[in-house]
């Protein structure tokens, strides 16, 4: 069964940064695209970055573009999401969504319960 | 454009049927994938491609395609059918994901 387990979420202040990490099991990770997606408080789905089973090829939101780095060590079947100069309209629950493929972001089959990031002074 | 649009709410009576619908150019070039989601808890995956369901999605869910309008239809809706749900697909770079609005789901 696969298992997406994200930790890292908290409260920020505007211009900080934080890490947020999504630990996977039950699939071979180094074998899928992974990608991060954000739901704001009350609002829907936000495709925010994605990242090639290599980890060779990643792929950015323009809303976070610059901002955030998406990075993956296929050694400790790890997921990360760095994100830095947070603005209050980051404030999201942050997904980690498994990709059936290998390159960019394709279709998304699996998603872990996810990690809140508040953005507030 | 990359854009999918959705209807905000639909509601049906139990055990009738609905569509739920989604549009966009971009699903002209590629298949739109449905997700549910229940209040508190992660989006599921219930649909992809032309009609596909990944296990242990109940056979009352189908999926439709024509143009660039994709659809996910529930044959007799069930009071657990009550959910948000989105669309999503490849946007026009190939690149990237885009999600379409969401529609609510209200089951009477």
């Known amino acids: 069964e696969v298992q997406l387990v994200e930790s890292g979420g908290g409260l920020v202040q505007p211009g900080g940064s934080l890490r947020l990490s999504c630990a996977a099991s039950?699939?071979?990770?180094?074998?899928?695209?992974m990608n991060w997606v954000r739901q704001a408080p009350g609002k829907g789905l936000e495709w925010v970055s994605g990242?090639?089973?290599?980890?060779?090829?990643?792929y950015y939101a323009d809303s976070v573009k610059g901002r955030f780095t998406i990075s993956r060590d296929n050694s400790k079947n790890t997921l990360y999401l760095q994100m830095n100069s947070l603005r209050a309209e980051d404030t999201a629950i942050y997904y980690c969504?498994?990709?059936?493929?290998?390159?960019?972001?394709?279709?998304?089959?699996?998603w872990g319960q996810g990690t809140l990031v508040t953005v507030s002074s | 454009s990359s854009e999918l649009t959705q209807d905000p709410a639909v509601s049906v009576a139990l055990g009738q049927t609905v569509r739920i619908t989604c549009q966009g150019d971009i699903l002209g070039s590629y298949y739109a994938s449905w997700y549910q989601q229940k209040p508190g808890q992660a989006p599921e995956l219930v649909m992809f491609g032309m009609n596909n369901r990944p296990s242990g999605i109940p056979d009352r869910f189908s999926g439709s395609s024509s143009g660039n309008t994709a659809s996910l239809t529930i044959t007799g809706a069930q009071a657990e059918d009550e959910a948000d749900y989105y669309c999503?697909?490849?946007?026009?770079?190939?690149?990237?994901?885009?999600f379409g609005g969401g529609t609510k789901l209200t089951v009477l």
């Open positions: 990242i090639s089973n290599s980890g060779g090829s990643r």
């Open positions: 039950g699939f071979t990770f180094s074998s899928n695209a």
């Open positions: 969504a498994k990709d059936v493929g290998t390159g960019g972001p394709g279709r998304i089959d699996s």
């Open positions: 999503n697909s490849r946007d026009s770079s190939g690149n990237r994901l885009v």
